[in-house]
């Protein structure tokens, strides 16, 4: 195993680095087949974590989307998630070349020795979803593991055993608008022309910030908003609290119901624009 998956490496190393601003996550191989595993395991359990910076070597090389600058290599066998290997890249000044290898057999014992069954480490510190991706880029988010991929799968972990998967085929359903397609407050105002003249709680107020939680908008096949959450707050001068105002909240909706049509993915069986959350700052004067 461990020979195949240096072999794989550096082929699977291009698609690593088409997210060398976001976290790159782990690798999983699934079915022969290397996938993005947008998630770090290792991570969730704080006394392994610290013990496995221990044993890794100093030289090793980091980017800002992987800051460890370690990459964990994960398989699932007989139902359960197993740590196959944990590779580094160490730079060697005399050769002046990076050097890729895994992380001694004696010390990943001595880091999860808790977790060796029958020679193999099956990871039953893990209680969660974790998502496998591959193929190309639909979203991307500059933030964690914030993105989709055309190709995901969703496993369910209970201390270690998989106990679900599901199957999802990704793709953009109508090409529209979308958050990142406003650049300045002209394009705002352009998109979301808001009457001011109809809220009197504006008064005195010089910007508002308009919260829209992406994740709850519901779409149609065709592009058009349905409904979801959005809050306008502000934080008048001089007062300490931050200020609500759902009447202009619910003219934003209004405005967003008369764009058509959106960008529109189906993503994980949902029809979505993306990411969780865009936060719009709106000047009034």
Known sequence: MIKKLITGIFAFAITIAAFATA?????????????????????????????????????????????????AW??????????????????NKETQQHITRCIDEADMRRVFSDYYQNNEIIATWVTADIRAAKGDLLYYDHSGFNRNLEYEQIFSVHKGKVTDKKSYHNRVVTEGFSFSDLNSQEDIKAKFPLNVGNHPELKGLSGIRIYFKTDSFRFDATGNFIDGYVEVYAKPSGEDKVRTLDGVAQEIKALMKNIHPWKILFINGEYVTGGKGYVMPYYLK
């Open 74 to 91: 994960w398989s699932i066998r007989e139902n359960r998630l197993c740590l196959d290997s944990i590779m580094v890249e160490c730079y």
């Open 23 to 71: 976290d790159s996550g782990d690798v999983i191989i699934l079915d022969g087949e290397f996938w993005n595993l947008l998630a770090r395991p290792i991570w969730s359990d704080s006394t392994l974590y610290h013990n496995l910076k221990t044993v890794l070597p100093e030289d090793r090389s980091w980017t800002t989307a992987n800051w460890d600058g370690y990459t």
